[in-house]
């Protein structure tokens, strides 16, 4: 009998993700790919790649996929699509159940997540309709500073000297920096005081929602672990980081389609 597959897409607004696990529920291809223009184009490209580091031919061959994200309703072939803030829950509980919250930052906004113990959403919050404590402010920032957002975290430890960065807006936040780098301020100052900054930010939305103890921090700027350090100083308590930080909306998908897949057995 041919192997089940089951996969998840996270169609996000900068990075198109996707995992594909097997009838063990373990993982057995990801990718990562720059978000296109068109969702769809986004999708078809991922589990184009997807699918061939699997092995499988194409999505066709899934027993079960969900999209999720931005553009989940655009994502070809798709069972049906979940929102990413569930998806994003799932994707937490089932690596470590004792998980309460969640501080998603992806290319575009900022989710808090408090979940309840069997995994589903108890309450979000989510940041307005402006850039501030997003990756596209972070994307902006280390454009003007030239140097790559994967760099941000070990540059900013290099800091020796608080810079404040006092503008929230990403525009205002743009020309500081640009000012500061005309005084000559050293870069690795400037990243400390925009970690901070978004730090901040972030910090605010964790509060409304009451994120507290046993927090995990997911989406891509996760990565960033200068930013996870000042808001772990300014929520005054650890924050966590899953190996898989940046698929865990699309694996939160995929493991959705594998337990809907063995329902409908
Ligand atoms: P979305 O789902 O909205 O597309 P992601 O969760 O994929 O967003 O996160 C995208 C953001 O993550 C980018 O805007 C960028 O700032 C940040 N990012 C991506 N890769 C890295 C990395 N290796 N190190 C630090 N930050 C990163």
Do not use: W
């Amino acid at each position: 009998m041919a192997k089940k597959y089951f996969a998840g897409c996270d169609v996000g607004s900068t990075y198109t993700k996707a995992v594909i696990l097997d009838e063990q529920g373990n993982i057995v291809a990801h990718t990562t790919i720059r978000s296109k223009i068109n969702s769809e184009q986004s999708a078809v490209a991922a589990m184009a790649e997807v699918c061939e580091k699997a092995g499988l031919k194409d999505s066709k061959e899934l027993s079960y996929l969900i999209g999720t994200g931005y553009g989940r309703n655009k994502v070809p072939f798709a069972d049906e699509n979940i929102s990413e803030i569930s998806c994003h829950a799932m994707g937490v509980h089932v690596t470590d159940p004792s998980v309460k919250a969640i501080i998603d930052i992806g290319g575009q906004d900022v989710k808090g997540i408090s979940i309840d113990t069997d995994g589903t959403v108890k309450n979000f919050a989510m940041n307005d309709k402006c850039a501030a404590g997003t990756g596209r402010f972070l994307d902006v920032m280390a454009r003007v500073l030239e140097v790559k957002v994967e760099e941000l975290g070990d540059l900013g430890d290099k800091s020796t000297k608080e810079v404040g960065i006092s503008s929230t807006c990403t525009v205002f936040a743009e020309s500081e920096v640009i000012s500061q780098l005309a005084m000559g301020t050293n870069k690795c100052d400037i990243i400390h005081g925009i970690h901070k900054s978004v730090a901040g930010r972030v910090s605010g939305l964790c509060h409304r929602i009451g994120v507290r103890d046993d927090v995990v921090m997911t989406g891509g700027v996760a990565q960033n672990h200068g930013i996870v350090k000042a808001l772990q100083e300014q929520l005054g308590h650890e924050i966590h980081t899953t190996p898989l930080t940046q698929y865990n909306g699309a694996l939160g998908a995929a493991l959705f389609a594998y337990q809907k897949a063995l329902k409908n057995k």
